[in-house]
């Protein structure tokens, strides 16, 4: 079911300082050139600073929504569409109800209007009219942001996994970080082992195959029967499947591209 699918979210608070600025902006920007729900009639020499007032309002809401769903987040180490539909419901509920006091106190300053039947009809003309856009747009920033803070965890976790290549030596192997490979050529009964170490390339030959050495690296991929390379380091592809050739940041040598192989580097160069 669509509200159980999980939703990316983002465990960084300054993602999501980021995005309670974008949306208080959002309101701000939409109160002041568009003029909605007569905001054009409204005349006032600090006109714009009232409006301004809104997007504190959201964002202030939003952050204090934040702590709250941090706190649920961690505890039950999940976050679905049906909690981000809450959220979203929430945080535009929230700051709208506390909107309406603000209009009606500090704006208009008619204490009057403080009662039910008015603050429903108020509460339904922002929701409908206005609250419904700044829910879409909060959603489709908080996904965003989530999947770059989701894409950031994999890139960090990665970056600290190294692996023990074993030679067809039984004596003989090399630890090396598995993001740091660069390139792997095979020689004769030998390979040559590319990698990164600080701001040096350096290289290790071992007594294997490059088949071996290809099922042990994880993040390679297969170029040429004689190449493996991890596809991190592509600059650019060069000519066609009849004649492909790769250039590898960093690396002066130019790595020949097999036809077999072709669509799948060029796929990891979109």
Excluded at 81 to 99: G, N, P, T
Excluded at 152 to 173: C, G, P, Q, R, T
Aim: charged share 20%.
């Amino acid at each position: 079911m669509f509200f159980n699918k999980s939703f990316p979210y983002s465990t960084s608070f300054r993602d999501h300082l980021l995005i309670a600025t974008i949306l208080s902006f959002l309101v701000v920007f939409i109160l002041i050139f568009l003029q909605p729900f007569g905001a054009g009639n409204f005349n006032n020499p600090y006109k714009n600073l009232y409006f301004i007032g809104y997007g504190i309002i959201s964002l202030i809401v939003y952050i204090a929504l934040y702590f709250s769903s941090s706190w649920y987040y961690v505890s039950n180490k999940t976050w679905k569409w049906k909690e981000e539909l809450v959220f979203s419901f929430l945080y535009v509920s929230l700051a709208i109800i506390i909107a309406f006091f603000y209009t009606e106190l500090f704006i208009n300053k008619k204490p009057e209007h403080i009662y039910l039947d008015f603050f429903v009809t108020w509460f339904r003309l922002m929701f409908f009219g206005f609250g419904i856009i700044l829910s879409i747009v909060s959603m489709f920033v908080r996904n965003y942001y989530g999947k770059t803070n989701e894409s950031e965890k994999e890139i960090n976790k990665d970056s600290d996994k190294a692996v023990l290549l074993k030679s067809s030596l039984k004596k003989e192997s090399f630890l090396v970080v598995l993001v740091k490979v660069i390139y792997v050529k095979s020689e004769d009964n030998y390979v040559n082992i590319y990698y990164e170490e600080g701001q040096e390339i350096k290289k290790k030959v071992m007594r294997n195959t490059l088949s071996s050495v290809f099922d042990q690296l994880e993040s390679m991929i297969r170029v040429h029967r004689s190449y493996i390379i991890n596809p991190r380091y592509i600059s650019s592809l060069e000519g066609n499947a009849q004649n492909g050739k790769v250039r590898l940041d960093n690396i002066e040598e130019v790595i020949p591209v097999s036809k077999t192989y072709f669509d799948e580097v060029k796929s990891h160069t979109n």
